[in-house]
């Protein structure tokens, strides 16, 4: 139909071969948006034959733990309606914890696959910087930023890993490196696996039966014969604010090019370009947004960026310096991926700082910019609660071997949500 011309459109109208309402609706049809391009994580999956089921909810921009940042509002936590299902990559672990998707990719700049996966009672997994492109992914703090799996098991996610991990020119931060067969090591005995346990990371602020949970954990490994050394991580009390200064520097510049000219909201009836872009920008972010291109822009002014980023930076580098030791005697390191089980709708929002401590574990993973992984490993209050494993860099194959072994002896993974069949 959108062959003709609208002389022969009228003559077709005027025959009766077809209506108006049939002209529009075919119209209609063409419209509905289809992106011009695929992220290469789901070009990738789309060639090995995986099937996209839709798009989820999440925190805007990726900047929140709880998924309440959404400008769609948040999603709930099929484990408890009034609480948070974590965030930012809260819909997808929602949608796989309610059993709308058997697993669904997420992505990582401070904890938002592992946090979710740990308050929805998910295996989670943020890969190494560099081990899966980010080509396609809008960019929030892009020195941390990493695509990764929210699955049912660790076999899950190593399965999805496999296609999802590509070497891509398109992304300069890809690292060309063989995409191992991540299934290949998943039942490989753990004897003599040594597994650190940072003293850091059993400290104020951890809910006690989640540490009492992340204890019973340490216990099975000992039982499928991994040896356990207390470590040390001493930078860990930085690492929240060492983030919460570069990740909104970062943001500050990648969102500078929603002005309403090239990308995003744009206001309406603009008097000059200054009144396009301040208005532009003022409705189209929300407040948690706002606040980080704030702080961003603060930190990277000539005055103080000294005094803030470029400190943030000595410190990123001492936190990264701190699991280069601690991986010279342990083969991964374990602790709780969240301080306390899912928490209600507004319980945080009035105060960012309790917000941001929900990732006080998984943070300097990504400082760092090493593999993380959050598997079930208890329910506190009925909610389920997350045992975090950090690996060396590239070794997610040991840690979903570690994983794996784990869920073969413990049935956390199974437990669903009341109420999801
Ligand atoms: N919760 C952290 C933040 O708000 C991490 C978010 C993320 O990993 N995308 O920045």
Same mark, same amino acid.
């Given at each position: 139909?959108h062959?003709?011309?609208?002389?022969?459109l009228?003559?077709?109208?005027?025959?009766?071969?077809?209506?108006?309402?049939?002209?529009?609706?075919?119209?209609?049809?063409?419209?509905?948006?289809?992106?011009?391009?695929?992220?290469?994580?789901? @070009?990738?999956?789309?060639?090995?034959?995986?099937?996209?089921?839709?798009?989820?909810?999440?925190?805007?921009?990726?900047?929140?733990?709880?998924?309440? +940042?959404?400008?769609? *509002?948040?999603?709930?936590?099929?484990?408890?309606?009034?609480? %948070?299902?974590?965030?930012?990559?809260?819909?997808?672990?929602?949608?796989?914890?309610?059993?709308?998707?058997?697993?669904?990719?997420?992505?990582d700049?401070?904890?938002?696959?592992r946090?979710?996966?740990?308050?929805?009672?998910?295996?989670?997994?943020?890969?190494?910087?560099?081990r899966?492109?980010?080509?396609?992914?809008?960019?929030?703090?892009?020195?941390?930023?990493?695509? *990764?799996?929210?699955?049912? +098991?660790?076999?899950?996610?190593?399965?999805?890993?496999?296609?999802?991990?590509?070497?891509?020119?398109?992304?300069?931060?890809?690292? @060309?490196?063989?995409?191992?067969?991540?299934?290949?090591?998943?039942?490989?005995?753990? +004897?003599?696996?040594?597994?650190?346990?940072?003293?850091?990371?059993?400290?104020?602020?951890?809910?006690?039966?989640?540490?009492?949970?992340?204890?019973?954990?340490?216990?099975?490994?000992?039982?499928?014969?991994?040896?356990?050394?207390?470590?040390?991580?001493?930078?860990?009390?930085?690492? %929240?604010?060492?983030?919460?200064?570069?990740?909104?520097?970062?943001?500050?510049?990648?969102?500078?090019?929603?002005?309403?000219?090239?990308?995003?909201?744009?206001?309406?009836?603009?008097?000059?370009l200054?009144?396009?872009?301040m208005?532009?920008?003022?409705?189209?972010?929300?407040?948690e %947004?706002?606040?980080?291109?704030?702080?961003?822009?603060?930190?990277?002014s000539?005055?103080?960026?000294?005094?803030?980023?470029?400190?943030?930076?000595?410190?990123?580098?001492?936190?990264?310096?701190?699991?280069?030791?601690?991986?010279?005697?342990?083969?991964?390191?374990?602790?709780?991926?969240?301080?306390?089980?899912?928490?209600q709708?507004?319980?945080? +929002?009035?105060?960012?700082?309790?917000?941001?401590? @929900?990732?006080?574990?998984?943070?300097?993973?990504n400082?760092?910019?090493?593999?993380?992984?959050?598997?079930?490993?208890?329910?506190?209050?009925?909610?389920?609660?997350?045992?975090?494993?950090?690996?060396?860099?590239?070794?997610?194959?040991?840690?979903?071997?570690?994983?794996?072994?784990f869920?073969?002896?413990?049935?956390?993974?199974?437990?669903?949500?009341? *109420?999801?069949?």
């Amino acid at each position: 139909m959108h062959q003709f011309t609208i002389a022969e459109l009228v003559k077709g109208l005027r025959n009766k071969d077809f209506s108006s309402t049939e002209v529009t609706q075919h119209y209609l049809d063409r419209i509905a948006f289809i992106a011009p391009y695929n992220a290469t994580i789901v @070009e990738n999956y789309l060639n090995s034959g995986v099937v996209m089921l839709g798009k989820t909810n999440m925190d805007e921009f990726a900047m929140g733990s709880s998924n309440e +940042t959404s400008w769609y *509002g948040p999603v709930k936590n099929p484990w408890a309606i009034d609480c %948070v299902p974590g965030g930012s990559s809260g819909g997808s672990a929602a949608a796989v914890a309610a059993h709308l998707a058997p697993a669904a990719t997420a992505s990582d700049t401070g904890g938002s696959i592992r946090q979710p996966a740990a308050l929805c009672g998910l295996t989670g997994i943020k890969p190494t910087y560099g081990r899966v492109s980010r080509w396609g992914m809008i960019a929030f703090a892009s020195s941390l930023d990493q695509a *990764g799996i929210l699955s049912r +098991t660790a076999e899950d996610a190593a399965i999805l890993l496999n296609d999802m991990a590509s070497y891509d020119a398109k992304d300069s931060t890809c690292v @060309e490196r063989d995409v191992p067969d991540y299934t290949a090591d998943l039942n490989k005995p753990l +004897t003599g696996l040594r597994i650190g346990v940072p003293k850091e990371y059993f400290g104020e602020g951890l809910n006690s039966q989640t540490a009492a949970h992340v204890e019973s954990a340490i216990k099975v490994y000992e039982s499928l014969g991994a040896t356990i050394h207390s470590v040390s991580l001493p930078h860990t009390h930085l690492a %929240v604010p060492a983030y919460y200064v570069i990740a909104p520097a970062e943001c500050s510049a990648n969102l500078s090019r929603f002005d309403g000219v090239r990308y995003g909201h744009r206001c309406e009836n603009p008097k000059d370009l200054n009144d396009l872009y301040m208005r532009s920008r003022s409705e189209g972010f929300g407040a948690e %947004v706002k606040r980080r291109i704030l702080v961003g822009t603060y930190a990277l002014s000539a005055g103080y960026y000294d005094a803030y980023y470029s400190k943030a930076q000595k410190i990123r580098r001492l936190i990264k310096q701190d699991f280069v030791d601690a991986f010279q005697s342990v083969d991964v390191i374990l602790g709780p991926t969240s301080p306390s089980p899912a928490f209600q709708f507004g319980s945080k +929002t009035k105060d960012p700082v309790a917000m941001y401590l @929900e990732d006080i574990y998984t943070i300097a993973t990504n400082l760092a910019g090493l593999p993380g992984l959050s598997i079930p490993c208890g329910l506190v209050d009925n909610k389920p609660v997350g045992l975090q494993l950090i690996g060396n860099f590239f070794a997610e194959g040991q840690l979903l071997n570690a994983a794996h072994m784990f869920q073969q002896v413990t049935n956390f993974h199974q437990q669903t949500a009341p *109420g999801i069949e």
